[in-house]
């Protein structure tokens, strides 16, 4: 019986498994992007959120070409060095491929990443997988010969120039014209006579320095209106990927705009780390780097380690901008952070009362960001002691405070005067009534009073602009600063969610501020 089996393996012609593994390659390429990467660049990892990323682009193809289920717009907002632009050149280049009568547009900052832009595309173009699954060519020709002789003698050759080529389609033994066209140049070009029906801007500030000056913002909106939205056509689609850098960015010009037009658009953000409920389409667990393997093996370019240096070394602004996607600006627009004073916590002896602030969990089953805050007084002042946040539903949570207050602030919490408020909302009364069987005393329960979040947090506003909340200047015994930074950065990003912090810290400085009222 062995030997059957053995005779019925070698009776498999491995030429023609070979062939048919590379026809079903060649057709995996062409329905899809994220079969590109794999097929033509040796380098390319299988990320979880490239995927995502090729099945949006993927839907915009479709758009151009009158197909259903497509997006004429999309927005890609991811940190620096996480493949964003190489997946939208393998878009370029399987665009091309299926219609090689695409006219294809890509601006950037700078001439010089533009010409990187046809390098890598052409390079796609040129792999042997790529020229298999797709009959698209371009030609060796680097100039454009206006001599007619010259031009008859070269006219299979397609047209290229240091930042364009055109394309053909080889039918036949033949390259054949159907007018195609990949052109890739900065925002500051005219594009006179240039129609297109892709039209991609990559990057459209060099650095963040750059992205702080209101007249470069200015220049680049500018550049969008009165330029790219000029040049395209009934079915053409718009591709925006960049790094945020600055909250009145591009992104915060254009968006609006696809909303309030009702175009069919989608805006794809992939925070460095996962520190808040995740998009639909975003696995992650909660704490899970972009680029980290989402399981035992799995691609990863990476690691959590390297994530965890890469937020120690970036200021929490620029962390918070530019990898996390949630523009804030130096100073903070709502709450600006020189408002914050400092204490030592050597000297937090003495307080009036300690207090906790819990804004409440807003799912009824499944995880949310929750947050508890522990504040200190002394007189008028407001020193914030310690925060408990994590993402736990109901129950989670429950158990996890009850460690916190019992374990590590449990003498804080007996004092007289202490207090814990509870927002009127959300779970904020089954939390209460859970803790009130559970033994806990002093619960308070804390209305919105209608306000909205911006309204409630105007409450405070002078309260902090005065200097009267503090945050420790250093970590002592169970004081620890460790969670200042995440603290300016997200107060000072408000409204931009998420604003759990923000929640539980308004909510104790009005409890603070009736207190002083009262007494």
């Not at 490239?50 to 940190?79: Q, T, W």
């Not at 796609?124 to 031009?151: I, L």
């Not at 207090?419 to 619960?443: C, M, N, P, Q, Y």
Request: neutral net charge; contains cysteine; aromatic residues 10%.
């Amino acid at each position: 019986m062995g030997e059957g089996v053995s005779e019925t393996v070698l009776d498999f012609d491995l030429v023609e498994l070979r062939s048919r593994e590379r026809e079903l390659q060649s057709l995996a390429m062409r329905a899809s992007t994220a079969e590109m990467g794999p097929a033509v660049f040796d380098g390319y990892l299988p990320l979880w959120y490239l995927e995502v990323i090729s099945s949006h682009l993927d839907a915009c193809l479709r758009y151009v070409r009158g197909l259903p289920n497509g997006l004429k717009r999309i927005c890609l907002n991811l940190p620096f060095q996480h493949a964003k632009t190489t997946i939208v050149e393998m878009f370029i280049a399987r665009a091309l491929g299926v219609d090689p009568s695409l006219r294809i547009i890509n601006a950037s900052y700078g001439v010089t990443l533009a010409r990187q832009r046809i390098d890598n595309v052409q390079r796609w173009m040129s792999h042997p997988n790529y020229q298999a699954a797709f009959a698209t060519r371009f030609g060796a020709a680097a100039t454009v010969d206006d001599d007619d002789d010259r031009k008859s003698r070269s006219n299979d050759k397609v047209r290229n120039t240091a930042n364009a080529f055109q394309v053909r389609s080889l039918r036949n033994g033949k390259l054949v014209n159907l007018g195609g066209s990949f052109l890739s140049t900065s925002l500051n070009a005219d594009l006179n006579g240039r129609p297109y029906d892709i039209g991609i801007i990559d990057d459209p500030h060099k650095n963040l320095e750059e992205a702080a000056s209101a007249s470069a913002r200015q220049h680049v909106e500018d550049r969008y209106d009165a330029i790219f939205l000029s040049r395209q056509q009934e079915k053409s689609i718009q591709i925006i990927t960049t790094t945020r850098m600055n909250p009145d960015d591009l992104v915060s010009h254009v968006v609006p705009k696809w909303k309030e037009s009702g175009i069919p658009h989608a805006v794809l953000r992939f925070p460095a780390i996962l520190d808040e409920d995740p998009a639909s389409y975003d696995p992650r667990p909660p704490g899970h780097g972009l680029a980290q393997a989402l399981y035992p093996g799995g691609p990863e370019k990476y690691s959590a380690e390297s994530y965890r240096v890469m937020k120690i070394d970036q200021p929490p602004h620029v962390w918070e901008t530019c990898y996390q996607q949630r523009p804030t600006t130096r100073t903070g627009d709502f709450f600006q952070t020189a408002w914050w004073g400092h204490y030592d916590p050597s000297e937090l002896r003495e307080v009036d009362r300690f207090w906790v602030s819990i804004d409440c969990a807003a799912k009824a089953a499944g995880a949310s960001w929750t947050c508890a805050d522990l504040w200190a007084s002394r007189g008028p002042q407001a020193f914030k002691v310690d925060e408990l946040r994590g993402h736990w539903d109901v129950r989670q949570f429950e158990r996890e405070f009850m460690r916190w207050i019992t374990d590590k602030w449990g003498r804080e919490i007996r004092k007289i005067g202490s207090a814990i408020v509870i927002e009127d909302g959300g779970f904020g009364r089954t939390i209460h009534d859970d803790l009130e069987a559970a033994g806990v005393k002093s619960l308070h329960l804390l209305g919105t009073g209608g306000l909205s979040k911006p309204a409630r947090a105007s409450l405070v506003l002078d309260f902090v602009r005065n200097g009267l909340a503090l945050l420790p200047d250093r970590s002592i015994g169970r004081i620890s600063d460790t969670w200042v930074g995440e603290h300016k950065a997200e107060w000072g990003r408000f409204p931009s969610p998420p604003c759990d912090r923000v929640d539980a810290g308004v909510q104790a400085l009005r409890w603070h501020l009736d207190l002083l009222r009262a007494s």
